[in-house]
């Protein structure tokens, strides 16, 4: 089973995460911010990862903290647990609709951290939540899973249900990218390390 766990406590936050990326989408997701709950439960539902999270943040301030270092978490755990990515697909990729809106995430687990990142929600928020730290979310997440991540929202008119075609196409291209491939036998690539 490939499975990590990280914690990481700071003056901002303090956070326990652990993964199990051969799960069954089973969740547990105490951030203290209810919106990325329920998208951090797309990733573990749509992905059949297992993630157990408590975070405990400066609400008091804003968000931005929590999310980010969450994210900062969530990538260093899938960096641990994929290991030396030998067998693995690499590739992932996944289009998700949700009534009018319609999203598209594609990765690779190159290495090599980057994201594109086009998505316009038509509002600042949903709920309580600042739709800005979705970006932050994914830079941080692209560049401690080391990464590279795209992600478009091809159309959209409600910000839920675009945040959630994001997060449930994430969940569901993480699940392709690190499948073993049974005609794999090293490592999915030509300079032979990723």
Same mark, same amino acid.
């Given at each position: @089973? ?33 919106? #990325?709950?329920? @998208? @951090? ?60 809106? #319609? ?51 091809? +159309? ?18 993480? +699940? @392709? ?18």
């Amino acid at each position: @089973m490939r499975q990590a766990s990280i914690e990481r406590n700071t003056a901002e936050t303090k956070i326990s995460l652990s993964i199990n990326l051969d799960g069954d989408g089973n969740s547990s997701i105490q951030s203290g911010v209810p919106f #990325l709950d329920h @998208m @951090m439960e797309q990733i573990a539902r749509h992905g059949l990862i297992d993630i157990q999270l408590v975070a405990k943040g400066d609400h008091e301030i804003d968000d931005h903290h929590t999310v980010e270092d969450i994210a900062i978490c969530l990538g260093e755990v899938f960096y641990k647990a994929i290991g030396d990515k030998r067998g693995i697909v690499r590739y992932g990729h996944a289009y998700v609709p949700l009534d009018e809106a #319609l999203s598209r995430v594609v990765l690779d687990f190159s290495g090599r951290p980057s994201l594109e990142y086009h998505v316009n929600f038509p509002r600042e928020r949903v709920g309580d939540f600042d739709i800005d730290l979705f970006r932050e979310f994914f830079a941080a997440l692209a560049n401690h899973a080391r990464i590279s991540l795209h992600i478009d929202c091809l +159309r959209g008119r409600n910000n839920h249900h675009i945040a959630e075609t994001i997060f449930k196409a994430l969940g569901r291209a993480l +699940r @392709m990218a690190v499948a073993y491939d049974d005609r794999q036998k090293g490592i999915p690539s030509t300079k032979g390390c990723l």
